[in-house]
């Protein structure tokens, strides 16, 4: 049987739904969010560590308008459709889905994870969705940073490669 890894990419109702039967089942849904433009190991690596909080992965993937507003015109440079593919394709990775607004709270409002977690370039008192998950009795973590891997950095070295 061929696997894919769009069977790992949701809508938002269609999230929900396979959350909702998580939870029903008792496993720790962990939740993070982000651009993943170029994935390079520090994304591996932060997406590893955060699976290895619970046992499913959420993860909320900037829209392409999102992440031109949130780096600039020049971004993103993969489409959400090819982000989404890659990311659903991570073996730590469990779900998957695109949102548009600048912060996924409203997202995680209605999925209400137990866990959210962040790179360690947030504190946790800025983590958007933070308090709502602190509030239905859930945790927020804000994980390691791993220096010496970014998107922006690796761009920048193509772009003078001669």
Not at 69 to 95: C, E, T, Y
Request: proline residues 4%; contains cysteine.
């Amino acid at each position: 049987m061929h696997w894919s890894p769009e069977r790992k990419i949701h809508s938002q109702q269609s999230l929900e739904a396979v959350v909702s039967e998580w939870k029903r089942q008792g496993l720790i849904c962990v939740f993070t969010n982000g651009c993943f433009d170029i994935l390079h190991e520090g994304h591996v690596r932060y997406l590893s560590e955060a699976r290895a909080l619970g046992d499913r992965l959420i993860v909320g993937l900037n829209s392409d308008e999102g992440v031109k507003r949130l780096k600039g015109s020049s971004r993103p440079v993969n489409s959400q459709s090819s982000r989404a593919i890659v990311v659903a394709a991570l073996a730590s990775v469990d779900a998957v889905v695109v949102f548009g607004e600048d912060t996924p709270a409203g997202l995680i409002q209605h999925l209400t994870p137990n866990i959210l977690v962040k790179g360690g370039d947030w504190p946790v008192d800025q983590i958007a969705g933070a308090e709502w998950v602190i509030a239905h009795g859930g945790k927020v973590f804000s994980l390691q940073f791993h220096d010496g891997f970014s998107t922006t950095t690796l761009l920048q070295k193509i772009q003078s490669k001669p």
